[in-house]
């Protein structure tokens, strides 16, 4: 018995629930036509080391959400009133997102995002050569999407990012401002892509490595 190759056929066996929406997590991507293959529903195709990668990112958010509702003197609010997630639902539910929280920190209110990623070094080294509320959007434009989207809805004029190198072992904040005109563009285009009967043109091509690593790859060209 090869033990790795049955793991993985658990982890590929498992109900994944298909979002009838476009997500504030997705909408920096580069490619309209991914965001509109999710939107209406296409099969999409995960191998078992990026749903690892998926369940590695819940599970670091809440251990670091368990050890910042241990620190005094900060607030953080993870779930409105009625107990839901914090989150938006724009375009009659066509585009919507929820947010790890708000948390508020010698009197400045941040929306709360925790990230995990393998490409936490870069984000440090980013650090260094330009001003903080410039790294994000350099580091990664679909986190820096995200971010600005959930200000915009939640009414927040500032993100604050803990990214989590993998594992969950080192931590690092960034700060960000929010971006008002970026947000509303991103609105914009959320609303072309759910209301667009046929695909977006393609932006890569069978050969560009972008395309080769997407999850509806073998649909766009039709393997």
Not at 27 to 55: H, M, Q, T, V
Not at 72 to 90: L, V
Not at 92 to 104: C, N, S
Not at 138 to 156: L, P
Request: aromatic share 12%.
């Amino acid at each position: 018995m090869d033990l790795l190759e049955e793991i993985d056929k658990v982890i590929l066996s498992e109900p994944r629930k298909q979002r009838a929406y476009i997500g504030a997590s997705s909408i920096g991507c580069e490619c309209p036509r991914k965001l509109w293959y999710r939107f209406n529903k296409y099969p999409e195709e995960f191998n078992a080391d990026s749903l690892r990668r998926f369940a590695d990112g819940h599970a670091v958010e809440e251990r670091i959400l368990y050890w910042l509702r241990q620190i005094p003197n900060i607030n953080i609010w993870t779930h409105d009133e009625n107990g839901e997630q914090f989150g938006f639902s724009a375009l009659d539910g066509r585009y919507k997102g929820h947010y790890d929280g708000v948390i508020e920190i010698d009197g400045v209110v941040y929306v709360l995002e925790i990230k995990a990623s393998a490409k936490q070094g870069e984000l440090i080294r980013l650090g260094e050569k330009y001003p903080e509320p410039l790294v994000l959007e350099q580091w990664n434009e679909e986190y820096y999407a995200q971010a600005m989207t959930y200000c915009k809805f939640a009414g927040i004029g500032n993100h604050l990012l803990i990214c989590a190198d993998a594992g969950g072992r080192k931590l690092h904040i960034v700060r960000t401002p929010y971006n008002a005109e970026y947000a509303d563009a991103l609105l914009m285009k959320a609303e072309r892509i759910a209301n667009a009967k046929e695909p977006p043109n393609k932006v890569g091509g069978k050969n560009y490595w972008k395309c080769k690593l997407c999850s509806f790859y073998g649909i766009c060209y039709e393997l």
